[in-house]
């Protein structure tokens, strides 16, 4: 009796630890007991002094997970081997937060020496900082290890979709990454938060002749971004990518998609009739009808984008420092 008791004991506490290859929302309950609170307080404190870094932590974690899988790959410096992924099209001048990373990272590792990896810490920023702005929570499954190396240039560029993207492309880089339509429509309510510099839409505001190839609503919607964003220079001013709540967690993404006014051409590309992907279309309106239906899927969407090729147990390593491999300092 005693040793089946010590048995199950041990599968229990095995099963809480998170086997190898499986994270666990319980992984560091032993380890780093205070790791989420930390965490929690930083972000926090962090838009307390700038609302968006938000938008900035959450897109972190996107695109750290798209390119290689999550494992941190994207928090890289340049230095002897390393070609940081920073420096790709969709990274350069646009990625955000890293400060904050940078110092839940210090906190960390005097609270926990070398335990809670750094991929952990941007899921768990992730959902904090969605929560913070209005929108759902959730368990955070932990026991990510950190990557030794970086994504090329060339393949950070090819594995995080471009805004100028169809539907069709959209579609196919989600599904290479194993995600679906449903995780395609809800993540991009992501864009419920946050801003997008006037390089990344100005091809879709200068492209064609105002009036002429818009209904009235969407040429004023138009003549306003034309205000904010001129036809040459001003490549980084920035415009709310939810013209309506862009501090707020909500689903009004999804209203101003159905209205024509989604910022990005790859946000208008889920509710454009030219497109008429039905099953696209039908969740875009689900989600502007009932904001519930949107957390729900967003909630196990982003699980689902948290899990791909995470690197578990003697797979990579936990970094002392986020912004370079523990090789670097031997
Ligand atoms: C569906 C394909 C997607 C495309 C084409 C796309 C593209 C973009 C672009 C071009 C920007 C503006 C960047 C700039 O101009 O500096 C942006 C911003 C943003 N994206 Fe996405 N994105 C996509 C999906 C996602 C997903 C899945 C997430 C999160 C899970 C996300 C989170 C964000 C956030 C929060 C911002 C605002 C960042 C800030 O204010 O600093 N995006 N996205
Ligand atoms: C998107 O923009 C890039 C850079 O301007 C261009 O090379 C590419 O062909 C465009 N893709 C589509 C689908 O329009």
């Known amino acids: 009796m005693a040793k089946f008791l010590l048995i199950f004991l041990l599968l229990a506490i095995l099963s809480l630890a998170g086997a190898d290859g499986v994270l666990s929302p319980y992984y560091y309950l032993e380890s780093c007991p205070l790791a989420e609170e930390i965490v929690r307080h930083t972000v926090e404190g962090a838009l307390y002094q700038d609302p968006r870094i938000a938008a900035g932590l959450l897109r972190l974690h996107f695109h750290d997970c ?13 230095a002897d081997g390393i070609v940081s992924e920073k420096n790709a099209v969709p990274n350069k001048n646009s990625l955000r937060g890293f400060e904050v990373i940078d110092f839940i990272k210090a906190l960390l590792e005097e609270a926990c020496p070398l335990t809670v990896s750094c991929a952990d810490i941007l899921a768990i920023a992730a959902r904090d900082a969605v929560h913070l702005r209005g929108g759902p929570t959730w368990d955070v499954y932990l026991g990510r290890k950190d990557s030794l190396k970086a994504a090329s240039i060339s393949t950070t560029n090819q594995m995080i979709p471009a805004p100028n993207s169809s539907l069709e ?4 880089n989600f599904k290479d990454h194993g995600l679906d339509i449903v995780d395609l429509v809800s993540l991009s309510g992501s864009h419920t938060i946050g801003r997008s510099r006037c390089v990344s839409f100005k091809d879709r505001i200068y492209g064609l002749p105002l009036n002429e190839e818009y209904d009235e609503r969407r040429s004023i919607f138009f003549h306003i971004l034309r205000s904010i964003c001129p036809e040459s220079g001003g490549d980084d001013k920035v415009v709310p990518l939810d013209s309506r709540t862009s501090r707020r967690f909500d689903n009004l993404y999804y209203i101003n998609l159905l209205r024509g006014e989604g910022l990005l051409h790859s946000d208008n590309a889920l509710a454009s009739e030219e497109d008429a992907e039905e099953s696209v279309l039908s969740l875009v309106w689900a989600y502007a009808e009932d904001q519930e239906l949107f957390f729900q899927h967003y909630t196990e969407s982003i699980i689902k984008m948290g ?23 031997h």
Do not use: K, P, Q
Request: proline fraction near 0%; glycine fraction near 8%.
């Open 169 to 172: 492309m959209l579609i196919s």
């Open 307 to 329: 899990n791909i090729n995470v690197l578990t147990g003697i797979e990579g390593e936990v970094r002392h420092n986020c912004r370079f491999v523990n090789s670097y300092y």
């Open 66 to 78: 798209f390119v290689l899988g999550c494992d941190a790959s994207v928090l890289l410096d340049d």
